[in-house]
């Protein structure tokens, strides 16, 4: 009955080449076409730029209404919840005043009324990014068109990003925010955001592939101007180009892709 | 054998114990989802299709969806098209125009009797294969879909 290491050795190594050979049998006649003849495309309607850049015309943001309809239009259209508390605060795009928006680079002497200034804050996708260089996972990260974009699949909640955007644009999910979220306005088109993952403004990328400005922009009546910064003739280029405009925070050397015009009441 | 009579009772006990699971689903938990080979032939006297052909998306729709992701997501590129040249727009709505309960090609719906709690098509599927995507916690799903 004994059999000897000889024959352990040889019985041992038939089994093995039997079951390696005969899952390669398997695998074989069970093996899965995954590359379709198939191709993918950007959408035709879509609105294609070199650098996507946004003029924010401080002259046509004086009431309260102004801001409150820009901000209004940003979170129906992308089901941004309301925990009702400002530490849990989620904020594309919002109201902040001078001295907070532009901290640092101010002079030490303003007048009181200026550092009340209200401005109209989002993210500044900005040319270089930290966000980007912060993110271990790529789940944010700068498209073609200069847009920096945010995939939520891959965020996985370790708010480096937060920590690296110097313009507290980038927002945390503390809590699952579907029950926050207004049922009246829910729109269907955009995914909401699960607990512990960060959002923020994206230019409404889904919006510029259907061929739609950004959500504030048509509801700014004039506010904000979107288009293509490396177009000589696109309207942000013309004003940026010819008018006086300042950016956040520039002497960081992020390169905002968020213009302020101050004082611009006669442009196009 | 020295206390023979109880060893071999409680094997008996401990065997049945342990193939109790076995005994009690048997038959119920293999039922797959009811009307699914329905649905897809009344689909195929329509003239239509799935974005790809059945065979091949039955085997290879999670890869396909993920593909439309990173391309939809990452590269910008919102359009798909497929094996035969024809468009498909991508998102999870084009999928539910016809996999959703109440829509045209798939009135009745579809439901595993034994094992599913919803109607619909994703989940009665996922259910029987014990499969738990996560895409309905955030994309807005039909009715009944996170069951």
Same mark, same amino acid.
């Given at each position: 009955?004994?059999?000897?290491?000889?024959?352990?050795?040889?019985?041992?190594?038939?089994?093995?080449?039997?079951?390696?050979?005969?899952?390669?049998?398997?695998?074989?006649?069970?093996?899965?076409?995954?590359?379709?003849?198939?191709?993918?495309?950007?959408?035709?309607?879509?609105?294609?730029?070199?650098?996507?850049?946004?003029?924010?015309?401080?002259?046509?943001?004086?009431?309260?209404?102004? *801001?409150?309809?820009?901000?209004? !239009? $940003?979170?129906?259209?992308?089901?941004?919840?309301?925990?009702?508390?400002?530490?849990?605060?989620?904020?594309?795009?919002?109201?902040?005043?001078?001295?907070?928006? *532009?901290?640092?680079?101010?002079?030490?002497?303003?007048?009181?009324? *200026?550092?009340?200034?209200?401005?109209?804050?989002?993210?500044?996708? $900005?040319?270089?990014?930290? $966000?980007?260089?912060? $993110?271990?996972?790529?789940?944010?990260?700068?498209?073609?068109?200069?847009?920096?974009?945010?995939?939520?699949?891959?965020?996985?909640?370790?708010?480096?990003?937060?920590?690296?955007?110097?313009?507290?644009?980038?927002?945390?999910?503390?809590?699952?925010?579907?029950?926050?979220?207004?049922?009246? !306005?829910? !729109?269907?088109?955009?995914?909401?955001?699960?607990?512990?993952?960060?959002?923020?403004?994206? *230019?409404?990328?889904?919006?510029?592939?259907?061929?739609?400005?950004?959500?504030?922009?048509?509801?700014?009546?004039?506010?904000?101007?979107?288009?293509?910064?490396?177009?000589?003739?696109?309207?942000?280029?013309?004003?940026?180009?010819?008018?006086?405009?300042?950016?956040?925070?520039?002497?960081?050397?992020?390169?905002?892709?968020? #213009? #302020?015009?101050?004082?611009?009441?006669?442009?196009? | 054998?020295?206390?023979?009579?109880?060893?071999?009772?409680?094997?008996?006990?401990?065997?049945?114990?342990? @193939?109790?699971?076995?005994?009690?689903?048997?038959?119920?938990?293999?039922?797959?989802?009811?009307?699914?080979?329905?649905?897809?032939?009344?689909?195929?006297?329509?003239?239509?299709?799935?974005?790809?052909?059945?065979?091949?998306?039955?085997?290879?729709?999670?890869?396909?969806?993920?593909?439309?992701?990173?391309?939809?997501?990452?590269?910008?590129? @919102?359009?798909?098209?497929?094996?035969?040249?024809?468009?498909?727009?991508?998102?999870?709505?084009?999928?539910?125009?016809?996999?959703? @309960?109440?829509?045209?090609?798939?009135?009745?719906?579809?439901?595993?009797?034994?094992?599913?709690?919803?109607?619909?098509?994703?989940?009665?599927?996922?259910?029987?294969?014990?499969?738990?995507?996560?895409?309905?916690?955030?994309?807005?799903?039909?009715?009944?879909? @996170?069951?």
């Amino acid at each position: 009955m004994s059999i000897n290491r000889r024959q352990f050795l040889r019985r041992a190594g038939i089994v093995t080449a039997l079951g390696l050979g005969g899952s390669f049998v398997v695998i074989g006649a069970h093996g899965k076409k995954v590359d379709a003849a198939s191709e993918f495309k950007p959408s035709q309607q879509g609105l294609v730029a070199k650098h996507w850049a946004m003029v924010v015309d401080m002259s046509k943001f004086q009431t309260e209404d102004d *801001f409150k309809r820009v901000v209004d !239009s $940003c979170v129906s259209i992308h089901n941004i919840p309301d925990f009702g508390n400002p530490k849990d605060e989620i904020k594309w795009i919002w109201k902040d005043d001078f001295e907070h928006a *532009f901290s640092g680079g101010e002079n030490e002497y303003l007048t009181e009324d *200026f550092k009340k200034l209200p401005f109209t804050i989002m993210c500044n996708h $900005c040319e270089n990014p930290p $966000c980007v260089k912060a $993110c271990p996972t790529g789940a944010t990260f700068k498209r073609p068109d200069g847009i920096v974009e945010m995939d939520y699949h891959r965020c996985i909640g370790c708010r480096f990003c937060m920590g690296a955007c110097p313009f507290g644009a980038r927002s945390f999910n503390y809590r699952d925010p579907r029950p926050f979220i207004n049922p009246a !306005s829910l !729109s269907p088109d955009y995914p909401t955001r699960t607990q512990g993952v960060v959002e923020k403004c994206t *230019f409404c990328v889904e919006r510029l592939a259907d061929g739609l400005m950004p959500a504030c922009v048509e509801a700014s009546n004039g506010g904000l101007i979107f288009g293509d910064l490396d177009d000589l003739n696109s309207e942000v280029r013309k004003i940026i180009s010819s008018k006086f405009t300042i950016r956040r925070k520039a002497e960081l050397g992020t390169q905002p892709s968020v #213009y #302020y015009l101050m004082g611009g009441d006669d442009h196009a | 054998m020295y206390k023979g009579g109880k060893i071999i009772a409680s094997l008996i006990i401990f065997v049945a114990f342990l @193939t109790f699971p076995f005994f009690s689903n048997m038959g119920k938990a293999n039922a797959g989802p009811e009307n699914l080979q329905a649905s897809l032939s009344q689909l195929q006297l329509a003239g239509k299709q799935c974005v790809e052909p059945a065979d091949y998306m039955r085997a290879n729709h999670m890869q396909l969806l993920i593909k439309w992701r990173n391309s939809a997501v990452r590269d910008g590129n @919102t359009v798909y098209i497929n094996s035969q040249g024809k468009s498909v727009d991508i998102s999870l709505q084009s999928c539910l125009e016809c996999h959703s @309960t109440g829509a045209e090609s798939n009135p009745v719906g579809m439901s595993n009797p034994e094992v599913s709690t919803s109607d619909q098509f994703c989940v009665s599927c996922h259910n029987y294969a014990s499969v738990k995507p996560t895409c309905w916690s955030c994309h807005s799903g039909p009715e009944g879909a @996170t069951k």
